[in-house]
């Protein structure tokens, strides 16, 4: 009878193993991420009929005075 050879486990099929695996479990990670990035964008609001789309609001009366230096 003939005796069969193992194949042999070295050291850069098991850090060939690790780094696939490593590799496999950050695109399982960000995978996800990338799912929830393409949600659907509600809808911007019209622009006023007349005399443009800049309007001047108290929130932006209230920046332009705390920005002045």
């Known amino acids: 009878m003939s005796q069969q050879e193992l ?8 850090f060939a193993g690790v780094a696939t695996a490593g590799a496999v479990a950050g695109v399982a990670a960000v995978l996800p991420a990338a799912r ?14 007349e005399g443009g789309g800049y309007q001047a609001t108290a929130h932006v009366l209230r920046y332009y005075e705390t920005a002045r230096v």
């Open 36 to 49: 929830a990035v393409d949600t659907p964008v509600a809808a911007q609001p019209t622009a006023p009929g």
């Open 7 to 14: 194949p042999t486990l070295n050291r850069r099929r098991v």
